[in-house]
Protein backbone atom coordinates (compact mmCIF):
# COMPACT_ATOMS: atom_id res chain seq x y z
CA UNK A 1 0.00 0.00 0.00
CA UNK A 2 1.03 3.54 -0.78
CA UNK A 3 -0.29 5.13 2.01
CA UNK A 4 1.39 8.71 1.40
CA UNK A 5 -0.99 8.74 -1.60
CA UNK A 6 -3.52 7.42 0.27
CA UNK A 7 -3.60 9.99 2.28
CA UNK A 8 -3.22 12.72 0.33
CA UNK A 9 -7.12 11.56 -0.89
CA UNK A 10 -7.78 12.94 2.47
CA UNK A 11 -8.25 16.62 2.56
CA UNK A 12 -8.90 17.05 6.50
CA UNK A 13 -5.68 15.52 7.43
CA UNK A 14 -3.76 18.09 5.61
CA UNK A 15 -4.05 20.75 8.54
CA UNK A 16 -2.94 21.62 11.40
CA UNK A 17 -4.54 21.68 14.91
CA UNK A 18 -3.19 23.38 18.03
CA UNK A 19 -0.25 23.91 16.22
CA UNK A 20 0.60 20.34 15.37
CA UNK A 21 0.14 18.79 12.41
CA UNK A 22 -2.66 17.06 12.93
CA UNK A 23 -3.20 13.07 13.74
CA UNK A 24 -6.55 11.14 13.48
CA UNK A 25 -6.74 8.27 15.41
CA UNK A 26 -10.60 8.10 15.74
CA UNK A 27 -11.61 6.01 12.86
CA UNK A 28 -13.16 3.62 15.16
CA UNK A 29 -15.86 6.35 16.36
CA UNK A 30 -15.96 8.02 12.27
CA UNK A 31 -13.63 7.32 9.38
CA UNK A 32 -12.52 10.57 7.45
CA UNK A 33 -13.78 10.99 3.66
CA UNK A 34 -11.65 10.58 0.90
CA UNK A 35 -11.97 13.64 -2.34
CA UNK A 36 -13.47 10.53 -4.37
CA UNK A 37 -16.60 10.52 -1.96
CA UNK A 38 -16.63 14.24 -1.54
CA UNK A 39 -16.82 14.77 -5.07
CA UNK A 40 -19.60 11.97 -5.62
CA UNK A 41 -22.23 13.97 -3.40
CA UNK A 42 -21.52 16.91 -4.69
CA UNK A 43 -21.78 15.94 -8.12
CA UNK A 44 -25.26 14.70 -6.84
CA UNK A 45 -26.43 17.84 -5.76
CA UNK A 46 -24.72 20.15 -8.12
CA UNK A 47 -26.01 18.31 -11.27
CA UNK A 48 -28.66 15.86 -10.98
CA UNK A 49 -30.62 16.27 -7.49
CA UNK A 50 -34.05 14.45 -7.66
CA UNK A 51 -36.06 12.19 -6.03
CA UNK A 52 -35.71 8.51 -6.89
CA UNK A 53 -37.94 6.04 -8.14
CA UNK A 54 -41.11 8.59 -8.98
CA UNK A 55 -40.07 10.76 -12.07
CA UNK A 56 -39.30 10.31 -15.68
CA UNK A 57 -37.51 13.15 -16.19
CA UNK A 58 -33.73 12.68 -17.23
CA UNK A 59 -32.47 13.73 -13.68
CA UNK A 60 -34.88 11.50 -11.49
CA UNK A 61 -33.58 8.77 -13.96
CA UNK A 62 -29.79 9.42 -13.44
CA UNK A 63 -30.37 9.38 -9.60
CA UNK A 64 -32.54 6.30 -9.36
CA UNK A 65 -29.77 4.99 -11.58
CA UNK A 66 -26.80 6.15 -9.43
CA UNK A 67 -29.18 5.16 -5.89
CA UNK A 68 -29.51 1.61 -7.16
CA UNK A 69 -26.07 1.55 -8.60
CA UNK A 70 -24.57 2.41 -5.15
CA UNK A 71 -26.92 -1.38 -4.16
CA UNK A 72 -25.70 -3.32 -6.28
CA UNK A 73 -22.18 -2.19 -5.26
CA UNK A 74 -22.40 -2.93 -1.88
CA UNK A 75 -23.93 -6.24 -3.11
CA UNK A 76 -20.84 -6.78 -4.58
CA UNK A 77 -18.93 -5.53 -1.38
CA UNK A 78 -20.56 -8.10 0.67
CA UNK A 79 -21.22 -10.51 -1.12
CA UNK A 80 -24.42 -11.07 -1.10
CA UNK A 81 -27.17 -13.26 -3.64
CA UNK A 82 -29.41 -10.45 -4.32
CA UNK A 83 -30.07 -6.57 -4.50
CA UNK A 84 -33.50 -7.58 -2.90
CA UNK A 85 -30.90 -8.15 0.70
CA UNK A 86 -29.57 -5.18 0.85
CA UNK A 87 -31.29 -2.53 2.94
CA UNK A 88 -30.52 0.97 3.05
CA UNK A 89 -30.54 2.56 6.11
CA UNK A 90 -29.60 5.10 8.63
CA UNK A 91 -26.81 3.41 10.02
CA UNK A 92 -25.82 0.43 11.73
CA UNK A 93 -28.41 1.19 14.94
CA UNK A 94 -31.24 1.91 12.61
CA UNK A 95 -30.31 -1.76 11.05
CA UNK A 96 -30.16 -3.50 14.31
CA UNK A 97 -33.39 -1.74 15.58
CA UNK A 98 -35.35 -2.99 12.22
CA UNK A 99 -34.44 -6.30 13.00
CA UNK A 100 -35.10 -6.02 16.88
CA UNK A 101 -39.09 -5.13 16.14
CA UNK A 102 -39.87 -6.34 12.07
CA UNK A 103 -38.47 -10.29 13.11
CA UNK A 104 -37.44 -10.52 16.97
CA UNK A 105 -40.94 -9.04 18.28
CA UNK A 106 -43.10 -11.10 15.36
CA UNK A 107 -41.30 -14.30 16.14
CA UNK A 108 -40.41 -14.59 19.66
CA UNK A 109 -42.53 -15.41 22.46
CA UNK A 110 -41.79 -16.46 26.41
CA UNK A 111 -39.10 -19.20 27.26
CA UNK A 112 -37.73 -18.37 24.24
CA UNK A 113 -33.74 -16.59 24.30
CA UNK A 114 -32.07 -14.15 22.57
CA UNK A 115 -27.76 -14.29 22.51
CA UNK A 116 -25.82 -11.27 23.03
CA UNK A 117 -22.10 -11.21 24.86
CA UNK A 118 -21.18 -8.12 27.26
CA UNK A 119 -18.85 -6.82 24.42
CA UNK A 120 -21.81 -5.05 23.02
CA UNK A 121 -22.11 -1.74 21.76
CA UNK A 122 -25.08 -0.16 23.04
CA UNK A 123 -26.70 -0.02 19.51
CA UNK A 124 -26.53 -3.94 20.07
CA UNK A 125 -27.88 -4.44 23.50
CA UNK A 126 -30.64 -1.81 24.03
CA UNK A 127 -32.90 -3.25 21.20
CA UNK A 128 -32.55 -6.88 22.00
CA UNK A 129 -33.45 -5.68 26.26
CA UNK A 130 -36.94 -3.79 24.51
CA UNK A 131 -37.43 -7.25 22.52
CA UNK A 132 -37.31 -9.31 25.64
CA UNK A 133 -39.38 -7.05 27.05
CA UNK A 134 -41.89 -6.91 24.61
CA UNK A 135 -41.92 -10.55 23.99
CA UNK A 136 -41.37 -12.27 26.83
CA UNK A 137 -38.08 -13.75 25.56
CA UNK A 138 -35.05 -14.24 27.42
CA UNK A 139 -32.02 -12.31 27.37
CA UNK A 140 -28.71 -14.33 28.10
CA UNK A 141 -25.08 -13.47 27.46
CA UNK A 142 -21.62 -15.54 26.43
CA UNK A 143 -19.47 -15.11 29.27
CA UNK A 144 -16.00 -13.21 28.35
CA UNK A 145 -12.51 -14.54 28.92
CA UNK A 146 -9.90 -12.92 31.12
CA UNK A 147 -8.29 -11.30 27.80
CA UNK A 148 -12.19 -9.99 26.70
CA UNK A 149 -12.34 -13.02 23.41
CA UNK A 150 -15.00 -15.53 24.20
CA UNK A 151 -14.44 -19.21 22.95
CA UNK A 152 -16.54 -21.75 21.34
CA UNK A 153 -17.17 -23.69 24.21
CA UNK A 154 -18.87 -20.89 25.84
CA UNK A 155 -20.72 -20.25 22.79
CA UNK A 156 -22.10 -23.88 22.98
CA UNK A 157 -22.53 -23.68 26.96
CA UNK A 158 -25.41 -20.27 26.29
CA UNK A 159 -26.95 -21.42 23.06
CA UNK A 160 -29.41 -24.00 23.75
CA UNK A 161 -32.40 -25.46 21.67
CA UNK A 162 -34.52 -22.62 23.28
CA UNK A 163 -32.03 -19.81 21.87
CA UNK A 164 -33.48 -17.97 18.85
CA UNK A 165 -31.64 -15.15 17.92
CA UNK A 166 -27.92 -14.67 18.42
CA UNK A 167 -26.87 -11.02 18.17
CA UNK A 168 -22.84 -10.57 18.11
CA UNK A 169 -20.40 -7.66 16.94
CA UNK A 170 -18.28 -8.73 14.57
CA UNK A 171 -14.86 -6.63 15.79
CA UNK A 172 -15.38 -5.05 19.18
CA UNK A 173 -15.45 -1.26 19.49
CA UNK A 174 -13.28 -1.18 22.92
CA UNK A 175 -11.14 -4.38 22.82
CA UNK A 176 -10.47 -4.93 19.12
CA UNK A 177 -11.65 -8.63 19.71
CA UNK A 178 -12.49 -10.52 16.40
CA UNK A 179 -14.87 -12.70 16.41
CA UNK A 180 -15.03 -15.96 15.45
CA UNK A 181 -18.68 -15.08 13.36
CA UNK A 182 -18.79 -17.98 11.24
CA UNK A 183 -18.12 -20.65 13.84
CA UNK A 184 -20.62 -18.89 15.91
CA UNK A 185 -23.07 -18.72 13.11
CA UNK A 186 -22.81 -22.65 12.59
CA UNK A 187 -23.56 -23.20 16.47
CA UNK A 188 -26.68 -20.77 16.06
CA UNK A 189 -28.27 -22.64 13.11
CA UNK A 190 -27.28 -25.96 14.68
CA UNK A 191 -30.04 -24.73 17.10
CA UNK A 192 -32.36 -23.44 14.69
CA UNK A 193 -31.69 -19.73 15.77
CA UNK A 194 -30.83 -16.89 13.36
CA UNK A 195 -27.69 -14.88 13.72
CA UNK A 196 -27.46 -10.91 13.08
CA UNK A 197 -24.02 -9.54 13.27
CA UNK A 198 -23.37 -6.43 14.27
CA UNK A 199 -20.67 -5.33 11.39
CA UNK A 200 -20.09 -1.31 12.23
CA UNK A 201 -16.34 -2.35 12.93
CA UNK A 202 -16.23 -5.14 10.54
CA UNK A 203 -17.09 -4.40 7.47
CA UNK A 204 -14.76 -0.94 6.81
CA UNK A 205 -11.59 -3.14 7.70
CA UNK A 206 -11.63 -6.26 6.37
CA UNK A 207 -12.96 -8.65 3.42
CA UNK A 208 -16.93 -9.59 4.63
CA UNK A 209 -18.41 -12.08 2.62
CA UNK A 210 -22.26 -12.75 4.26
CA UNK A 211 -22.57 -15.73 2.42
CA UNK A 212 -19.45 -17.82 3.36
CA UNK A 213 -20.28 -16.52 7.40
CA UNK A 214 -23.43 -17.79 6.56
CA UNK A 215 -25.01 -14.95 9.02
CA UNK A 216 -28.94 -14.07 8.45
CA UNK A 217 -28.44 -10.25 9.40
CA UNK A 218 -25.48 -8.48 8.89
CA UNK A 219 -25.21 -4.37 9.63
CA UNK A 220 -22.66 -1.63 8.76
CA UNK A 221 -22.46 2.05 8.68
CA UNK A 222 -21.27 3.71 6.02
CA UNK A 223 -19.56 6.84 7.86
CA UNK A 224 -17.22 4.53 9.09
CA UNK A 225 -15.80 3.29 6.07
CA UNK A 226 -15.11 6.58 4.35
CA UNK A 227 -18.77 7.61 2.77
CA UNK A 228 -21.36 10.05 4.56
CA UNK A 229 -22.98 9.70 7.59
CA UNK A 230 -26.63 9.09 7.62
CA UNK A 231 -26.27 6.12 5.49
CA UNK A 232 -25.88 2.38 6.43
CA UNK A 233 -26.63 -1.31 5.49
CA UNK A 234 -28.83 -3.93 6.79
CA UNK A 235 -28.30 -7.53 4.46
CA UNK A 236 -30.83 -9.62 5.32
CA UNK A 237 -31.39 -13.32 4.02
CA UNK A 238 -33.83 -13.23 1.65
CA UNK A 239 -36.34 -15.45 2.88
CA UNK A 240 -36.42 -14.13 6.22
CA UNK A 241 -36.86 -10.60 4.93
CA UNK A 242 -39.64 -11.78 2.93
CA UNK A 243 -41.79 -12.94 5.90
CA UNK A 244 -40.84 -9.29 7.64
CA UNK A 245 -43.48 -6.32 7.81
CA UNK A 246 -41.71 -2.82 7.35
CA UNK A 247 -41.35 -0.36 10.39
CA UNK A 248 -41.92 2.26 8.55
CA UNK A 249 -44.93 2.92 6.60
CA UNK A 250 -45.37 5.83 3.63
CA UNK A 251 -44.17 7.07 0.35
CA UNK A 252 -42.30 4.60 -2.02
CA UNK A 253 -42.73 1.88 -0.32
CA UNK A 254 -46.04 0.66 -0.86
CA UNK A 255 -47.41 -1.23 -3.82
CA UNK A 256 -51.72 -0.33 -3.40
CA UNK A 257 -52.67 1.82 -0.85
CA UNK A 258 -56.78 1.58 -0.31
CA UNK A 259 -59.41 3.53 1.78
CA UNK A 260 -58.63 0.75 4.71
CA UNK A 261 -55.93 -1.41 3.86
CA UNK A 262 -52.18 -1.12 1.42
CA UNK A 263 -50.21 -3.64 0.39
CA UNK A 264 -46.05 -3.19 0.13
CA UNK A 265 -43.66 -3.05 -2.44
CA UNK A 266 -41.11 -5.99 -3.15
CA UNK A 267 -37.99 -6.03 -1.35
CA UNK A 268 -35.42 -4.28 -1.42
CA UNK A 269 -37.84 -1.10 -1.37
CA UNK A 270 -40.72 -2.35 1.42
CA UNK A 271 -37.75 -1.54 4.29
CA UNK A 272 -37.55 1.66 2.56
CA UNK A 273 -40.26 4.46 3.06
CA UNK A 274 -39.99 7.55 2.36
CA UNK A 275 -37.39 9.71 0.77
CA UNK A 276 -34.36 7.60 1.00
CA UNK A 277 -30.86 9.19 1.56
CA UNK A 278 -29.87 9.56 -2.02
CA UNK A 279 -26.50 11.46 -1.58
CA UNK A 280 -25.40 9.20 1.57
CA UNK A 281 -26.16 6.48 -0.65
CA UNK A 282 -24.50 7.43 -3.61
CA UNK A 283 -21.24 8.64 -1.35
CA UNK A 284 -21.31 4.89 0.24
CA UNK A 285 -21.12 4.08 -3.20
CA UNK A 286 -17.67 6.37 -4.31
CA UNK A 287 -16.86 4.81 -0.95
CA UNK A 288 -16.46 1.03 -1.91
CA UNK A 289 -15.00 2.18 -4.98
CA UNK A 290 -12.44 3.56 -3.31
CA UNK A 291 -11.99 0.13 -1.02
CA UNK A 292 -11.75 -1.77 -3.49
CA UNK A 293 -9.23 0.33 -5.29
CA UNK A 294 -7.15 0.35 -2.39
CA UNK A 295 -7.94 -3.22 -1.50
CA UNK A 296 -9.47 -4.50 1.43
CA UNK A 297 -6.62 -7.08 1.82
CA UNK A 298 -4.41 -4.66 1.89
CA UNK A 299 -6.21 -2.30 4.18
CA UNK A 300 -6.39 -5.30 6.70
CA UNK A 301 -2.72 -6.19 7.05
CA UNK A 302 -1.94 -2.78 6.90
CA UNK A 303 -3.85 -1.95 10.18
CA UNK A 304 -2.91 -5.17 11.12
CA UNK A 305 0.89 -3.84 11.54
CA UNK A 306 -0.35 -0.64 12.95
CA UNK A 307 -1.98 -2.46 15.96
CA UNK A 308 1.48 -4.68 16.41
CA UNK A 309 3.21 -1.69 16.49
CA UNK A 310 0.87 0.53 19.00
CA UNK A 311 0.78 -2.52 21.25
CA UNK A 312 4.44 -2.90 21.30
CA UNK A 313 5.46 1.15 21.48
CA UNK A 314 2.92 1.37 23.99
CA UNK A 315 3.59 -1.46 26.38
CA UNK A 316 7.02 0.83 27.00
CA UNK A 317 4.77 3.18 28.94
CA UNK A 318 5.00 3.00 32.48
CA UNK A 319 1.79 3.07 34.39
CA UNK A 320 -0.19 1.81 31.04
CA UNK A 321 -3.19 -0.39 31.41
CA UNK A 322 -4.30 -1.80 28.11
CA UNK A 323 -7.56 -3.52 27.57
CA UNK A 324 -8.25 -6.52 25.22
CA UNK A 325 -6.27 -9.30 23.38
CA UNK A 326 -2.83 -9.45 22.58
CA UNK A 327 -4.03 -9.99 18.95
CA UNK A 328 -6.17 -7.14 17.70
CA UNK A 329 -7.92 -5.30 15.05
CA UNK A 330 -7.07 -1.68 14.62
CA UNK A 331 -7.16 -0.35 17.45
CA UNK A 332 -6.16 -0.20 21.29
CA UNK A 333 -8.36 0.92 24.31
CA UNK A 334 -6.09 2.23 27.25
CA UNK A 335 -6.02 4.30 30.52
CA UNK A 336 -2.80 6.42 32.08
CA UNK A 337 -1.98 5.36 36.20
CA UNK A 338 -3.90 8.22 38.12
CA UNK A 339 -5.12 10.46 34.87
CA UNK A 340 -8.85 10.21 33.70
CA UNK A 341 -9.11 9.17 30.24
CA UNK A 342 -11.01 12.63 29.40
CA UNK A 343 -8.28 14.70 31.09
CA UNK A 344 -5.37 12.06 28.37
CA UNK A 345 -7.64 12.94 25.77
CA UNK A 346 -7.56 16.60 26.29
CA UNK A 347 -3.49 16.86 26.57
CA UNK A 348 -3.55 15.14 23.34
CA UNK A 349 -6.12 17.41 21.61
CA UNK A 350 -3.67 20.30 22.32
CA UNK A 351 -0.56 18.03 20.51
CA UNK A 352 -2.81 18.04 18.04
CA UNK A 353 -3.75 14.12 18.40
CA UNK A 354 -7.41 13.14 18.03
CA UNK A 355 -8.15 9.94 19.87
CA UNK A 356 -11.82 9.00 21.99
CA UNK A 357 -12.23 8.84 25.57
CA UNK A 358 -15.20 8.13 27.46
CA UNK A 359 -17.79 4.65 27.85
CA UNK A 360 -17.71 4.14 24.31
CA UNK A 361 -21.36 3.42 24.00
CA UNK A 362 -19.96 -0.06 26.07
CA UNK A 363 -21.25 0.84 29.86
CA UNK A 364 -21.83 -2.83 30.62
CA UNK A 365 -18.08 -3.87 29.27
CA UNK A 366 -16.24 -0.94 31.14
CA UNK A 367 -18.14 -2.37 34.44
CA UNK A 368 -16.65 -5.58 33.46
CA UNK A 369 -13.56 -4.41 32.82
CA UNK A 370 -13.84 -2.65 36.19
CA UNK A 371 -13.41 1.10 35.24
CA UNK A 372 -15.96 4.00 34.12
CA UNK A 373 -13.82 5.37 31.35
CA UNK A 374 -10.90 4.30 28.97
CA UNK A 375 -9.15 6.10 26.06
CA UNK A 376 -9.22 4.82 22.52
CA UNK A 377 -6.64 5.48 19.57
CA UNK A 378 -8.26 3.78 16.44
CA UNK A 379 -6.36 3.35 13.06
CA UNK A 380 -7.49 2.86 9.93
CA UNK A 381 -5.76 2.71 5.71
CA UNK A 382 -4.49 6.55 5.98
CA UNK A 383 -2.79 6.50 9.41
CA UNK A 384 1.35 5.29 9.72
CA UNK A 385 3.76 4.18 12.04
CA UNK A 386 4.51 8.40 12.60
CA UNK A 387 1.49 8.75 13.92
CA UNK A 388 1.42 6.35 16.79
CA UNK A 389 5.00 8.08 17.47
CA UNK A 390 3.26 10.80 18.01
CA UNK A 391 0.57 9.41 20.29
CA UNK A 392 3.58 8.07 22.35
CA UNK A 393 5.43 11.56 22.57
CA UNK A 394 1.83 12.94 23.39
CA UNK A 395 1.17 10.08 25.77
CA UNK A 396 4.58 10.44 27.98
CA UNK A 397 3.49 14.13 27.78
CA UNK A 398 0.52 13.64 29.71
CA UNK A 399 2.25 11.38 32.40
CA UNK A 400 4.64 14.37 32.31
CA UNK A 401 2.30 17.24 33.02
CA UNK A 402 0.04 15.47 35.45
CA UNK A 403 3.11 13.89 37.34
CA UNK A 404 4.33 17.21 37.75
CA UNK A 405 0.52 18.54 38.50
CA UNK A 406 0.20 15.79 41.66
Not at 372 to 401: C, H, P, V
Request: aromatic fraction near 8%; proline fraction near 4%.
Amino acid sequence: MDVKAIREQFPILNQEVNGHPFVYLDSSATSQKPKAVIEAVDTYYRNYNSNVHRGVHTLGTKATEAYEGAREKVRRFIHASSTAEVIFTRGTTTSINTVAYSYARANLKPGDEIVITPMEHHSNIIPWQQAAKATGATLKYIPLQEDGTISLDAVRQTVTNQTKLVAITHISNVLGTVNPIKEIARIAHDHGAVILIDGAQGAPHMKVDVQDLDCDFYTFSGHKMGAPTGIGVMYGKKELLENMEPVEFGGEMIDFVNLYDSTWKELPWKFEGGTPIIAGAIGLGAAIDFLNQVGMEEITAHEQKLADYAMQQMKTIDGIKIYGPEKRAALVTFNLEDVHPHDTATVLDAEGIAVRAGHHCAQPLMRWLDVTATARASFYMYNTEKDIDRLIDGLQITKEYFGNVF
